[in-house]
């Protein structure tokens, strides 16, 4: 929420109420306060799920604000919100879409290995953001995603390759089988230098 409300006091689109913006981004995902964050795959409907959330909202509003100014002011922004039928509303909507696919993004640098596996995050929230500005954004952080993802795929393949078995013949060895794996011939005498990888090493588990 907080950072849905920074992005909207960055917009530069003067059609929209930035004071309302920032203010619905603070209080669009309160309900989950109460009722959780309902996962589609949960099999609950829009439309229960949208009355859970107003209920949860009536009963927090109610308990901690005993229905005063500032909760009249939180459920109208709320409302306003879930109707999606103002500039303001679908501009924070979007932020929403936005949010989630940075925190994809997020998740995706703290756990380098998984690469893609929240891919349907980002399918499921950057296509659907109608607003320039923030398909503008979202453009921008698919941009770097990509650049992120080229650098590490290299490092993959470095790492590869630093991996392999890579021997150093000197002067006056023998013929010496890479298969073998270390295992140095005994018939004359000679130098050899030996550079394997950590992959070799005993006790090495991938």
Same mark, same amino acid.
């Given at each position: 929420?907080?950072?849905?409300?920074?992005l909207a006091?960055?917009?530069?689109d003067?059609?929209?109420?930035?004071?309302?913006?920032?203010?619905?981004?603070?209080?669009?995902?309160?309900?989950e306060?109460v009722?959780g %964050? $309902?996962?589609?795959? @949960?099999?609950?409907?829009?439309a229960?799920?949208v +009355?859970?959330? /107003?209920?949860?909202?009536?009963s927090m509003?109610s308990?901690m604000l005993?229905?005063?100014?500032?909760?009249?002011?939180?459920?109208?922004l709320w409302?306003?919100?879930?109707e999606?039928?103002?500039?303001?509303a679908k501009?924070?909507?979007?932020l929403?879409?936005?949010e989630?696919?940075?925190?994809?993004a997020?998740?995706?640098?703290?756990?380098?290995?998984?690469?893609?596996?929240?891919?349907?995050?980002?399918?499921?929230s950057?296509p %659907? $953001?109608?607003?320039? @500005?923030?398909?503008?954004w979202?453009?921008q952080l +698919?941009?770097? /995603?990509?650049k992120e993802?080229?650098?590490?795929?290299?490092s993959?393949?470095?790492d590869?390759?630093?991996?392999s078995?890579?021997?150093?013949?000197?002067?006056?060895?023998t013929k010496?089988?890479?298969?073998q794996?270390g295992?140095?011939?005994?018939?004359r005498c000679?130098?050899?230098?030996v550079?394997?990888s950590s992959?070799?090493?005993?006790g090495?588990?991938?």
């Open positions: 929420m907080h950072r849905m409300s920074i006091l960055c917009t530069s003067a059609n929209l109420d930035v004071s309302k913006c920032v203010m619905m981004a603070v209080v669009h995902d309160l309900a306060a009722v %964050d $309902i996962a589609p795959w @949960e099999g609950i409907s829009k229960e799920k +009355q859970r959330e /107003r209920e949860g909202m009536k509003l308990d005993h229905d005063g100014p500032g909760a009249i002011r939180i459920r109208e409302e306003e919100y879930e999606q039928a103002t500039p303001e501009f924070v909507k979007d929403d879409r936005l989630m696919a940075l925190q994809a997020e998740y995706e640098r703290k756990f380098p290995d998984e690469p893609n596996k929240l891919q349907s995050f980002f399918d499921s950057l %659907d $953001i109608k607003h320039p @500005e923030v398909a503008q979202g453009g +698919q941009e770097q /995603r990509t993802q080229s650098v590490a795929r290299s993959v393949a470095n590869n390759m630093n991996r078995v890579r021997f150093e013949m000197l002067p006056g060895t010496f089988d890479s298969s794996r295992e140095l011939s005994n018939n000679g130098m050899i230098s550079i394997v992959c070799l090493a005993p090495f588990k991938t």
